[in-house]
């Protein structure tokens, strides 16, 4: 089934980055934050611990589900993970770039096929350029998005500093997901190419992914609202 992608950069989305240990507190902040957020990111720190349990829970609430387990392995076990997660219905998951073409065009084709299958809306498809936790130059994450979006991917990962680069030289359509959101330009953990809410929403990023501005603050609702309002 094939996918026209939504691109509005005047209204992005917030993502909820579950990065929980158990069932519990992911419930927790799901239910505290939904339906402020609509989004929550499954990622591989709660997925090991609970597997995909939450995705139902989530669903189930009208939420929505971003499977973020960074798929980086053989053609033919990506492809079989992507099939699988289609029939998760998540509306969206990751590949690592680095990868290669290879497993990528593998991973759009089960998409595509299973979702037609299932007669369902194929998940975005979005490939991890470099981690945020790292430094890296913006013509590097500019060879791994062309890459990725070459491939068929529908998006990628990126910090909101490399958006306009992005958006200059690669003239397809194609979503920007931003983590290393924080509420100052500075960053304090291991994120190390960090932005502001108010950066990544003038850089039009479509999605912005945030778990400890919101997961630690003694206030997560107030926390997100205080981010939601910059949006
Ligand atoms: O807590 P924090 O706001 O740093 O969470 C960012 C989330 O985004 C984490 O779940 C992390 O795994 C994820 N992520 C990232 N960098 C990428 C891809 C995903 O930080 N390139």
Not at 9 to 26: C, G, M, N, R, S
Not at 128 to 134: E, G, M, Q
């Given at each position: 089934?094939?996918?026209?992608?939504?691109?509005?950069?005047?209204?992005?989305?917030?993502?909820?980055a579950l990065d929980v240990d158990t069932f519990k507190e992911a419930k927790h902040f799901i239910n505290k934050l939904y339906p402020k957020i609509?989004?929550?990111?499954?990622?591989?720190?709660?997925?090991?611990?609970?597997?995909?349990?939450?995705?139902?829970?989530?669903?189930?609430l009208g939420a929505q589900v971003f499977l973020d387990l960074k798929f980086f392995d053989i053609p033919n076990t990506v492809a079989s993970a992507?099939?699988?997660?289609?029939?998760?219905?998540?509306?969206?998951?990751?590949?690592?770039?680095?990868g290669g073409q290879d497993m990528l065009k593998q991973a759009v084709i089960a998409a595509r096929e299973e979702a037609g299958r299932l007669k369902?809306?194929?998940?975005?498809?979005?490939?991890?350029?470099?981690?945020?936790?790292?430094?890296?130059?913006?013509?590097?994450?500019?060879?791994?998005?062309?890459?990725?979006?070459?491939?068929?991917?529908?998006?990628?990962?990126?910090?909101?500093?490399?958006?306009?680069?992005?958006?200059?030289?690669?003239?397809?359509?194609?979503?920007?997901?931003?983590?290393?959101?924080?509420?100052?330009?500075?960053?304090?953990?291991?994120?190390?190419?960090?932005?502001?809410?108010?950066?990544?929403?003038?850089?039009?990023?479509?999605?912005?992914?945030?778990?400890?501005?919101?997961?630690?603050?003694?206030?997560?609702?107030?926390?997100?609202?205080?981010?939601?309002?910059?949006?």
């Amino acid at each position: 089934m094939s996918r026209k992608i939504k691109v509005s950069p005047a209204q992005p989305e917030v993502i909820l980055a579950l990065d929980v240990d158990t069932f519990k507190e992911a419930k927790h902040f799901i239910n505290k934050l939904y339906p402020k957020i609509k989004i929550f990111k499954v990622g591989i720190h709660f997925f090991t611990a609970c597997g995909p349990e939450i995705i139902e829970f989530i669903h189930k609430l009208g939420a929505q589900v971003f499977l973020d387990l960074k798929f980086f392995d053989i053609p033919n076990t990506v492809a079989s993970a992507v099939r699988v997660a289609v029939n998760l219905r998540v509306k969206m998951l990751t590949l690592h770039i680095l990868g290669g073409q290879d497993m990528l065009k593998q991973a759009v084709i089960a998409a595509r096929e299973e979702a037609g299958r299932l007669k369902v809306k194929r998940p975005l498809l979005i490939g991890v350029t470099v981690l945020t936790s790292k430094k890296t130059t913006s013509s590097n994450v500019l060879t791994l998005a062309r890459v990725g979006i070459e491939s068929g991917l529908d998006g990628v990962v990126c910090s909101v500093k490399e958006i306009p680069l992005l958006r200059k030289k690669i003239k397809r359509i194609f979503v920007t997901v931003t983590p290393g959101i924080r509420p100052g330009r500075s960053g304090h953990d291991d994120q190390k190419r960090v932005a502001t809410v108010k950066d990544a929403v003038s850089a039009g990023s479509n999605f912005l992914v945030i778990g400890r501005p919101i997961l630690r603050a003694k206030q997560p609702l107030r926390a997100a609202e205080e981010l939601l309002g910059d949006i």
